[in-house]
């Protein structure tokens, strides 16, 4: 089966842009989660959602936003980009349950990412 | 919160060699725990995980874990190590609803 989709593969913006990344997760997958990695800070949680539902969220600034649509397709979105923003962004899906449990074949599957450069 | 840590930047070891790379945990109640691997410039492979069971955990690629209750351990293992095994291993523990990951240690078998 295909896996999780994240697109685009590559992005170079300028200070003060807005950027839209998209992730496609794993086909039964309803939750999806965003994760932003440098080289500093090693691997930090954005936001998780499920079935439209943001259900977590981690300590970054309002510029970061993101939501789920109906298909469990997510996007995320920093407006007025900072030189700090450039890193990986990787995009997770999982076989999460609407009440929090896990069941036996829970995991999560990542894409392959997103390098955004803020020039 | 829950948390993980990887004690260890870096190791190396030459191929043939038995790998291990360490992870200790720090959780209130059962943790589930994950390790993934990074190649370059790629998103993070899944190897293994430890949710309930059994303490040997075996996984992807010839990997293996022992989850150990009482040192609060989950140790990545591999009986001998390849030099396609150089990369970035990330321990994980599940914290509501997110991935919490150690720093990550930079694995490096040289031939």
């Known amino acids: 089966k295909a896996g999780v989709t994240q697109t685009p593969r590559y992005l170079i913006k300028t200070r003060g842009q807005q950027v839209t990344l998209s992730c496609s997760p794993i086909?039964?997958?309803?939750?999806v989660s965003w994760y932003q990695q440098t080289p500093g800070q090693g691997l930090q949680f954005l936001f998780e959602?499920?079935?439209?539902?943001?259900?977590n969220k981690g300590n970054f600034p309002g510029r970061f936003s993101g939501r789920q649509f109906s298909n469990s397709r997510s996007e995320m979105n920093v407006s007025t980009l900072e030189l700090g923003d450039s890193a990986l962004y990787l995009c997770?899906?999982?076989?999460?349950?609407?009440?929090?449990?896990?069941?036996?074949?829970?995991?999560?599957?990542f894409g392959s990412g997103t390098r955004l450069t803020v020039v | 919160a829950q948390s993980v840590a990887q004690p260890e930047d870096q190791v190396n070891v030459a191929e043939g060699n038995p790998l291990t790379v360490k992870c200790t945990y720090s959780v209130s109640g059962n943790p589930y725990l994950f390790w993934y691997v990074q190649y370059p410039n790629r998103g993070l492979q899944f190897l293994l995980k430890y949710i309930t069971g059994d303490n040997l955990v075996k996984g992807s690629y010839g990997f293996e874990a022992e989850f150990n209750k009482s040192q609060t351990s989950f140790h990545l293992k591999k009986p001998s190590a390849l030099v396609s095994d150089s990369a970035l291993y990330f321990c994980?523990?599940?914290?509501?609803?997110?991935?919490?990951f150690g720093a990550g240690t930079t694995v490096t078998v040289r031939a």
């Open positions: 086909s039964g997958h309803r939750s």
């Open positions: 959602y499920f079935s439209e539902t943001q259900r």
């Open positions: 994980a523990v599940i914290d509501d609803y997110k991935l919490s």
């Open positions: 997770a899906s999982s076989l999460a349950l609407a009440g929090g449990g896990f069941p036996t074949n829970y995991g999560y599957t």
